[in-house]
């Protein structure tokens, strides 16, 4: 008896080819899928991670900040402070056997003793006493401000010039600044900027002129700065506002608020 011959139609062919194409169609999105997402994932997550380091810096720098020195521009978009880098408590009355070099307010003094002791002898920088970010008292300005002797002291504070502060701290505080600093963002290049080392100015100066800045983060499509002051009783607040966006299309936006101790 002859065989039968076997095999495929062409209709069966058809069908194979057609099932495999949707079986690939699925399986190539079932894979595409989580691979998309994981890279939009990394994508948003290395924006988030440049932009966290900045933060961690900013926060630093704004819970070391002069009482009352912190303000920013009319678009929100800098924000400047002056940076404390010790601080203390000046001798007001002699002690108990008469001595001790008192810090005279009723007319101008060249030194004052330090109750207790800084954390390391200052040669550099500015003495703040009672700054309240306003007339008179407004560093500023100059009016409770004055520059350091590099003959200072951990326990002995000489001034540069024989300077008359014009009001006294009601815990005899003072504080020792080092240099202002501003944040900035430069939206035309996509970068969040720190400047630091440049003069005292009453009026705030975006850019501070005289000095670069540093980058901090980069991908920064606009930033946003608020502040309320507070009280001596009540923390002040700093709110940044930072969104981020990258050539792929991702963005991320934080929003980092941070206390401010106003107290003088």
Known sequence: MQAKNRGFTLIELITVVVIMSILATLTTSIIRLPITAYFNLQGRSTLVDNAELALRLMQRDIRRALPNSIRINSSGTALELLHTTDGGRYRAYPDNSGNGNILDFTGTDLSFDVIGSLTAAPTSGWVVIYNLGQTPANAYNGDNIASLSALSTSTSIKLATATQFPLRSPQQLFYIVDTPITYGCDTAAGNLLRYSGYSI????????????????????????????????????????????????????????????????
């Open 201 to 264: 100015t009453a009026s705030q100066v975006y850019p501070p002129s005289g000095v670069s800045g540093q980058i901090q983060a980069n991908t920064v499509k606009s930033c946003v700065f608020s502040y309320t002051p507070g009280s001596a009783s009540r923390s002040g607040l700093v709110t940044i506002k930072i969104i981020l966006a990258n050539s792929n299309g991702d963005t991320a936006t934080l929003i980092h608020e941070v206390h401010v101790d106003n107290a003088s």
